[in-house]
């Protein structure tokens, strides 16, 4: 079997969020879309907000999905709300709006990426999928906790439903264990350390670092071995199928061609966007 190896290895840099004071923010994805494919970007929203003030408010999306999960904290919104472990995915698809907007003080670290859909797919309807963490998959297994967000993994399977298959996964891993995983080989991952050190095939992926594995062209399953540190290791696991397709990207929309994003924009203007509360039961889904 192939055995996955770390391919590349940075650290993002802290930046000033768009929150204002107590958001810093991180950009984790580099290098374009044609190197992270179907990953659009990931940001790392770090909030210790303190005032009463009003910060963030209703927005457009569409033409792609947006993959939350709250790795610590909790997030209060108007509308939106998130406790530690809780994780969304919201098909924005043929283009919705949703509110993030927070009143009062706020402490959390939320991981929100941006997710290729298959061409096919773009335009579906808008969908919004809730996996609360009290419910999302666990695998407890010698030293090792795996929480399932998205996709198979390890034997356990998560209830999501995907347009793009994807693998998301938590490790909370004690001092020196270890655990291996399979996974299609031709699946684009990478792994983002929130604390300790994780090591695979010889190499240590350090807190805050961000270790993209390698990738082959073929249809065979893959390994990754991965292996805790002296201090332990947290970390998030994201993989997924590449769509192998060019996308035109622009504000808070991604489509395929400049004129589907000019006709985006007209349709948000115009109010024929609706907010993603109200989209029909049937695609609200909570597990």
Same mark, same amino acid.
Request: hydrophobic share 35%; proline share 6%.
């Given at each position: ?9 940075? @650290? ?11 958001h ?5 994805l !580099?290098?374009g879309?044609?190197?992270? &494919?179907?990953?659009?970007f990931?940001m ?7 005032? &009463?003030e009003?910060a ?7 033409g792609? %999905?947006?993959? +939350?999960l709250l790795i610590?904290? =909790?997030i209060? =919104? ?12 919201? !098909?924005?698809?043929s ?5 993030e ?5 706020? $402490? ?33 297994? %010698? ?8 996709? +198979?993994?390890?034997?356990?399977h +998560?209830?999501? $439903?995907?347009? @793009?298959?994807l693998? #998301?996964? =938590?490790? &909370? ?15 684009? #991952?990478f792994?983002? /350390? ?20 390698? /990738? +082959? &062209? @073929?249809e065979?399953?893959s390994?990754l071995?991965?292996q ?7 970390? /998030? ?7 192998? =397709? @060019? ?5 808070p929309?991604?489509?395929? !061609?400049?004129?589907?994003? #000019?006709?985006?924009?007209?349709q ?8 993603i509360? !109200?989209?029909p %039961? ?6």
């Open positions: 079997m192939i055995q996955r190896t770390v391919s590349s290895l940075y @650290t993002p840099r802290n930046e000033q969020g768009f929150l204002g004071a107590g810093v923010a991180r950009s984790v !580099t290098g879309f044609a190197k992270t &494919d179907p990953f659009i990931l790392d929203d770090m909030l210790d907000k303190k005032d &009463d009003p963030g408010g209703p927005h457009p999306h569409a792609f %999905e947006t993959v +939350s610590d904290g =909790e209060k =919104e108007r509308l939106e709300s998130m406790k530690k472990g809780d994780f969304q995915l919201m !098909t924005a698809g283009g919705t709006v949703h509110t907007t927070i009143d009062g003080p706020t $402490k959390g670290r939320l991981f929100q990426m941006w997710l290729n859909l298959p061409r096919q797919d773009r335009w579906v309807p808008p969908r919004i999928q809730i996996l609360p963490a009290e419910h999302v998959p666990v695998l407890h297994k %010698e030293g090792v906790t795996m929480r399932l967000y998205s996709g +198979s993994l390890a034997g356990i +998560s209830p999501v $439903k995907n347009y @793009t298959p693998i #998301a996964a =938590e490790f &909370d891993m004690e001092a020196g264990a270890d655990i291996s995983v399979q996974f299609p080989a031709r699946f684009n #991952a792994l983002y /350390v929130i604390s300790g050190t994780v090591q695979i095939a010889g190499k240590d992926v350090n807190h805050d670092q961000v270790a993209w594995l390698d /990738v +082959s &062209d @073929t065979d399953d390994n071995t991965m805790a540190g002296e201090n332990g290791a947290r970390f /998030v696991l994201y993989a997924a199928r590449p769509t192998h =397709e @060019t996308i035109v990207s622009y504000g929309f991604i489509a395929d !061609t400049q004129a589907e994003i #000019a006709d985006l924009y007209n948000y203007r115009n109010g024929k966007m609706k907010h509360a !109200t989209t %039961e049937a695609r609200k889904l909570t597990y």
